[in-house]
């Protein structure tokens, strides 16, 4: 690639069926083109210029399946967004949301009942999790059925992965926002934890698999922070205003990390 377009070189390597490039450039050129007209009209032409079998192979088609297209009815304004939507989430996604709202609301009321916590909020314990766990699942192999053809699409990889954590955070941040203002809590305390953990389940997701990553995180944090803090009924340092600066350093190394190793995630081991 070079500027705004892909170069000749990699355009023509391309419409020949070139081996010598790199697997990289290939995805790169792939992802590109569904932006680009101008450089799908470069293909196009080069396609012509460079494989005219292939380009009389297209035509051929082209022209048996024009007729058809124009008898073929248009698609439904209820189908048409739920496949924008499918750019943002996958279907298993929807009650992995459901249940992290669910779990919110829930320590919400029990926050609001003085369940004999002592002065923890329920709702800041377990804030810093809940987007963990729907970003599990939105990049599950376990979960997704079509996580291979997820993964090996020119538009996989860090792309995918931030549009699906965006759609999580849409989801989760108002339900804890709601969450903080009803019991106190100010926003900064919960949200830094929060962005922190979903940064390292990122940056660690490139390494083992993101569901292995949040839940490995889940569990720490389970045995590290949630227990002692209810035992002794006090909020510790991790959830104190005085972490606050903690909890910032650690969402910033998490989106370096994620930004270095952005390649990572176009491989099946994210799904792990």
């Given at each position: 690639?070079?500027?705004?377009?892909?170069?000749?070189?990699i355009?023509?390597?391309?419409?020949?069926?070139?081996?010598?490039?790199?697997?990289?450039?290939?995805?790169?050129?792939?992802?590109?083109?569904?932006?680009?007209?101008?450089?799908?009209?470069?293909?196009?032409?080069?396609?012509?210029?460079?494989?005219?079998?292939?380009?009389?192979?297209?035509?051929?088609?082209?022209?048996?399946?024009?007729?058809?297209?124009?008898?073929?009815?248009?698609?439904?304004?209820?189908?048409?967004?739920?496949?924008?939507?499918?750019?943002?989430m996958?279907?298993?996604?929807?009650?992995?949301?459901a249940?992290?709202?669910?779990?919110?609301?829930?320590?919400?009321?029990?926050?609001?009942?003085?369940?004999?916590s002592?002065?923890?909020?329920?709702?800041?314990?377990?804030?810093?999790?809940?987007?963990?766990?729907?970003?599990?699942?939105?990049?599950?192999?376990?979960?997704?059925?079509?996580?291979?053809?997820?993964?090996?699409?020119?538009?996989?990889?860090?792309?995918?992965?931030?549009?699906?954590?965006?759609?999580?955070?849409?989801?989760v941040?108002p339900?804890?926002?709601?969450?903080?203002?009803?019991?106190?809590?100010?926003?900064?305390?919960?949200?830094?934890?929060?962005?922190?953990?979903?940064?390292?389940?990122?940056?660690?997701?490139?390494?083992?698999?993101?569901?292995?990553?949040?839940?490995?995180?889940?569990?720490?944090?389970?045995?590290?922070?949630?227990?002692?803090?209810?035992?002794?009924?006090?909020?510790t340092?991790?959830?104190?205003?005085?972490?606050?600066?903690?909890?910032?350093?650690?969402?910033?190394?998490?989106?370096?990390?994620?930004?270095a190793?952005?390649?990572?995630?176009?491989?099946?081991?994210?799904?792990?």
């Amino acid at each position: 690639m070079s500027g705004e377009h892909a170069s000749i070189r990699i355009i023509d390597g391309y419409a020949r069926g070139d081996t010598d490039l790199a697997a990289d450039e290939v995805w790169a050129l792939e992802a590109h083109l569904e932006a680009c007209r101008v450089c799908r009209d470069r293909l196009s032409a080069s396609v012509t210029a460079q494989a005219p079998a292939v380009a009389a192979l297209v035509g051929t088609v082209w022209s048996d399946l024009e007729p058809r297209l124009a008898g073929t009815a248009r698609v439904p304004r209820r189908r048409r967004w739920s496949a924008r939507l499918s750019r943002w989430m996958t279907p298993v996604m929807v009650p992995w949301l459901a249940m992290v709202v669910a779990v919110t609301l829930l320590a919400l009321l029990l926050d609001l009942a003085d369940t004999g916590s002592g002065e923890v909020s329920l709702v800041l314990l377990v804030a810093p999790v809940l987007p963990v766990l729907g970003v599990a699942a939105s990049w599950s192999r376990g979960l997704d059925p079509a996580y291979e053809l997820t993964a090996s699409a020119p538009r996989a990889g860090l792309y995918l992965v931030l549009r699906r954590t965006a759609s999580v955070l849409v989801v989760v941040v108002p339900a804890l926002l709601l969450g903080g203002w009803v019991t106190g809590v100010t926003a900064a305390q919960w949200l830094l934890p929060c962005l922190a953990f979903t940064s390292t389940t990122l940056a660690l997701g490139g390494v083992v698999g993101v569901t292995r990553a949040a839940a490995w995180l889940v569990a720490g944090w389970a045995a590290v922070v949630v227990a002692p803090t209810l035992a002794a009924g006090r909020t510790t340092f991790a959830l104190a205003t005085d972490g606050l600066p903690v909890w910032g350093l650690i969402f910033a190394l998490g989106i370096g990390v994620v930004i270095a190793r952005r390649g990572a995630y176009s491989v099946l081991g994210a799904h792990r």
